[in-house]
């Protein structure tokens, strides 16, 4: 089975560009959260959608937007790009929302902004 | 709120020698605890975790982890040391499974031959 699918692998924007990040989770896998890396810090929680519905948000301006489709797949958006945007964008999917099985990771999209 | 300290953001070890890596939690509930490892260009894969079962945890590639309430601390060992295991670990924190992930700031394993 596939893992967890995000695209782009790497993107560069300038400041001021609008950018969206698409994430597939694992089939049957109905939760799907956003996480910014930035180099040489640990992942950030964004954004946590399951059954397509906001379940959590973390300390991000309103720049950054999320969303989750019928087949669970997920799109992260950011607008207005400023420089310490710059990160690696991580999408976790895992299963029931309440569930004690953990999260699995993509590969992430480096985003550069120039 | 929760959150995770690892203390040393650099550890070097000699391969065949132990390794361990050290995490500090906070949390007021009980804890799901998380080591998550970090090759260079690739995203986050599970080395192991806790859910309140059994205190010492077995993980892949030969890791383990023992969660010792008393010092809020799960520790990340693995007896001999390979060259392979150099990578960045993450210990991280969450009230469930599937909840949002409370991560440390990530400690960076160099294996010297």
């Known amino acids: 089975d596939a893992g967890v699918t995000q695209s782009p692998t790497h993107l560069i924007k300038t400041r001021g560009q609008h950018v969206t990040l698409r994430c597939s989770p694992i089939?049957?896998?109905?939760?799907v959260s956003w996480y910014q890396q930035v180099l040489g810090q640990g992942p950030q929680f964004i954004f946590q959608?399951?059954?397509?519905?906001?379940?959590g948000r973390g300390n991000f301006p309103d720049r950054f937007s999320a969303r989750q489709f019928p087949n669970y797949s997920s799109e992260l958006n950011v607008n207005a790009l400023l420089l310490g945007d710059s990160a690696l964008y991580l999408c976790?999917?895992?299963?029931?929302?309440?569930?004690?099985?953990?999260?699995?990771f993509g590969d992430g999209t480096r985003l550069s902004i120039l | 709120a929760q959150s995770v300290t690892q203390l040393g953001s650099h550890v070097s070890v000699s391969e065949g020698a132990l390794v361990l890596l050290r995490c500090n939690y906070s949390?007021?509930?009980?804890?799901?605890l998380f080591w998550y490892v970090q090759y260079p260009n690739q995203g986050l894969q599970l080395l192991l975790k806790?859910?309140?079962?059994?205190?010492l945890v077995k993980g892949i590639n030969g890791f383990e982890a023992e969660f010792k309430k008393s010092e809020t601390s799960f520790h990340l060992t693995k007896p001999s040391a390979h060259m392979s295991d150099a990578a960045e670990y993450f210990c991280?924190?969450?009230?469930?499974?599937?909840?949002?992930?409370?991560f440390g700031k990530g400690t960076r394993l160099s294996v010297i031959a």
């Open positions: 976790a999917s895992g299963t029931d929302f309440n569930s004690n099985q953990p999260q699995h």
């Open positions: 089939s049957g896998h109905k939760s």
């Open positions: 959608y399951y059954e397509k519905e906001e379940r």
């Open positions: 949390s007021s509930v009980p804890p799901y």
């Open positions: 806790y859910t309140s079962a059994a205190t």
């Open positions: 991280a924190v969450s009230d469930r499974g599937n909840t949002p992930l409370v």
